[in-house]
């Protein structure tokens, strides 16, 4: 299991440079031959050269939790098949962000409580801090920002409607085929589209 990292907190959505990178990717160029064009090219569309490196470090990180299969469903997918698979490499890639969404989207929605609260997200915060002292010892304003980094990543992935007071749960519209692949190979996608185990 991997480590809690408090790095998703400078992370974004960054849907439009994944796209660009899994198009390279897909078309054979290595890591350093797809951040030469993205430099080249300024296709993340930033002023500083420095930006565009940490950014493409983030993004990178993510697309290599896509096996090959999920970086041809993602290229060739509907915007509902990209939104799942930009979540998922989110979540493959930060442990307090998978382990949310397993012990409160998942476990609300398999008791058919399918709304939970802001309050939530603190209590979650404070379940973790008294599990790792790695937590524990994260910067204040961290703690302060998570959870609506949370929030705005299921949100941006249709995932979770935010209402007034609370947060309505709704299972990922995954196509046919994507969804089967998961049934097949993918529990985690599987269960962002089901929200409920496989059989």
């Known amino acids: ?40 090219k300024n296709l993340f569309q930033m002023r500083s050269e420095s930006g565009i490196r940490k950014r493409f470090q983030m993004v990178y990180r993510r697309t290599e939790t896509l096996s090959p299969s999920l970086v ?17 490499s989110f979540l493959k890639g930060y442990r307090y962000a998978y382990e949310f969404f397993q012990e409160v989207i998942v476990l609300n929605y398999q008791s058919n409580k399918y709304d939970f609260q802001y309050v939530d997200l603190a209590y979650f915060l404070e379940r973790k801090e ?26 941006e992935a249709e995932l979770v409607e935010v209402l007034e007071k609370q947060n309505r749960i709704v299972p990922l519209h995954l196509s046919q085929n994507l969804k089967q692949y998961a049934e097949e190979h993918d529990p985690l996608l599987y269960l962002l589209c089901n929200l409920k185990e496989g059989e």
């Open 130 to 155: 008294a599990q790792s002292e790695k937590i524990l010892n994260w910067h204040p304003d961290t703690k302060k920002r998570i959870g609506g980094i949370l929030l705005r990543f299921f949100k």
């Open 1 to 40: 299991m991997m480590d809690y990292s408090a790095g998703f907190t400078s992370e974004g959505w960054f849907q439009h440079e994944i796209h660009i990178v899994l198009a390279y990717k897909q078309k054979g160029l290595n890591r350093g031959e797809i951040l030469h064009e993205v430099i080249g």
């Open 72 to 88: 041809d469903y993602y290229l060739s997918g509907s915007r509902f098949d990209q939104k799942a698979i930009v979540l998922y």
